[in-house]
Nanobody
Framework: QVQLVESGGGLVQAGGSLRLSCAAS????????LGWYRQAPGKQREFVAN???????NYAGSVKGRFTISRDNAKKMVDLKMDSLKPEDTTVFYC??????????WGQGTQVTVSS
C-alpha cells in the first residue's frame, strides 16, 4: 500500500504562514489526485484542497485565497502553502491520495496550531 508522510506542522501566531509537505515512495502517487484534509477534535474530517495530475486545483471556501496546493510528480510530493492563518485553522492536517476506486490512502497527520 501507499505510504504517505506529512511534515511541516507547528505552532504559529494568527496571520503567520506554514508550508506542509507530503511525500510518498510509490509510483502510483504520480497518477493520483492529491489532497489535504483536516480534522479538529470532536469534528468531522473536512476537505481543504486537492490537485489533479495536470494541476487543476480545488479549494474549500474557508481557505480559498489563503492556501495554495502544489505537486511535484517527479519527486512524488504535494505541498500546501498556508498564509494568513487563523485560530480556526488549528487542527490536524492529513495528506490524501486517490488513484482508483481501490486506492484511497491517508497519512498519519501533522498538527497545525494557530494562536490568537
Amino acid at each position: 500500500q501507499v505510504q504517505l508522510v506529512e511534515s511541516g506542522g507547528g505552532l504559529v501566531q494568527a496571520g503567520g504562514s506554514l508550508r506542509l509537505s507530503c511525500a510518498a515512495s510509490e509510483t502510483v502517487f504520480r497518477i493520483g489526485i492529491l489532497g489535504w484534509y483536516r480534522q479538529a477534535p470532536g469534528k468531522q474530517r473536512e476537505f481543504v484542497a486537492n490537485i489533479a495530475v495536470r494541476g487543476t486545483t480545488n479549494y474549500a471556501g474557508s481557505v480559498k485565497g489563503r492556501f495554495t496546493i502544489s505537486r511535484d510528480n517527479a519527486k512524488k510530493m504535494v505541498d500546501l502553502k498556508m498564509d494568513s492563518l487563523k485560530p480556526e485553522d488549528t487542527t490536524v492536517f492529513y495528506c490524501n491520495l486517490r488513484a482508483s476506486s481501490s486506492t484511497n490512502s491517508w497519512g498519519q497527520g501533522t498538527q497545525v496550531t494557530v494562536s490568537s
